[in-house]
C-alpha cells in the first residue's frame, strides 16, 4: 500500500473541489490517498507521492503554493511529485496570457521535475466587464466555470499508473 497526499491551496475553493475530485479518483486498494490543503500537511516524507494544487492569481501561480514548494523542496526531490493549477485565463484567454501562466511555473518545475502537470480551467464569481476583458482577450460568451472534470479525470487516470 503506497501513501499519497493531495495537498492544496485554495482562495474560492475550486482548486479544494478538484483536489477532491482527484483524491477520490486515484484512491484504490493499492493507493491510500489523504486530502488536505497546505496549512494541516506535516512531514512530506511520510508520503510517496504528492499532488499539489493551486490557483493562478495575477497569471502565475499563488504565491501561497510556491513558497510552500520552496520550503519543502528537499523533501519533494526524493518523493513522486505532480501538480495542478486552475485558472480562469488559461482556458478563456488570449496565448499571450496562457503562455504567461505556462511560464510561470518554469521554475517549480525545475525544483520538482514533476512527474504530470494538470492545467485545468477553473472558476470565477462573477462574468468580467469589458475593459478587463479586453486587456485578456475573454471571450465575451465565455461561463463562470470553465473547470473540465473530464481533463481532471484524465489526470488522475495517468497519475494512478504513475504513482
Ligand atoms: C484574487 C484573484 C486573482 C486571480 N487572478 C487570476 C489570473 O491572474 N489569471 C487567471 O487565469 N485566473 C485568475 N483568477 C481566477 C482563478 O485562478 C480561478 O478562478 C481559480 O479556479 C480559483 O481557484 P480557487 O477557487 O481554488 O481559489 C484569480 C482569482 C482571484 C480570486
Avoid at 7 to 30: D, P, Q, R, V, W
Avoid at 38 to 46: F, G, K, M, V, Y
Amino acid at each position: 500500500m503506497k501513501n499519497v497526499l493531495v495537498t492544496y491551496y485554495s482562495k474560492t475553493n475550486t482548486t479544494k473541489m478538484i483536489a477532491e475530485k482527484i483524491g477520490e479518483l486515484i484512491s484504490s486498494e493499492s493507493l491510500k490517498v489523504s486530502i488536505q490543503p497546505i496549512e494541516a500537511t506535516t512531514r512530506l516524507s511520510d508520503y510517496d507521492g504528492v499532488i499539489i494544487g493551486a490557483p493562478i492569481h495575477g497569471m502565475r501561480w499563488a504565491t501561497e503554493i510556491v513558497d510552500y514548494i520552496n520550503l519543502h523542496a528537499s523533501e519533494l526531490k526524493d518523493i513522486k511529485t505532480a501538480y495542478f493549477f486552475s485558472s480562469y485565463i488559461i482556458k478563456t484567454g488570449s496565448g499571450f496570457w496562457r503562455r504567461a501562466i505556462t511560464k510561470s511555473l518554469d521554475t517549480v518545475n525545475e525544483l520538482i521535475s514533476p512527474i504530470q502537470k494538470g492545467k485545468f480551467g477553473g472558476r470565477v464569481e462573477k462574468v468580467f466587464g469589458g475593459f478587463p476583458r479586453l486587456i485578456f482577450g475573454i471571450k465575451k460568451s465565455s461561463p463562470i466555470d470553465v473547470v473540465d472534470w473530464e481533463e481532471v479525470a484524465a489526470f488522475a487516470d495517468l497519475l494512478k499508473v504513475e504513482l
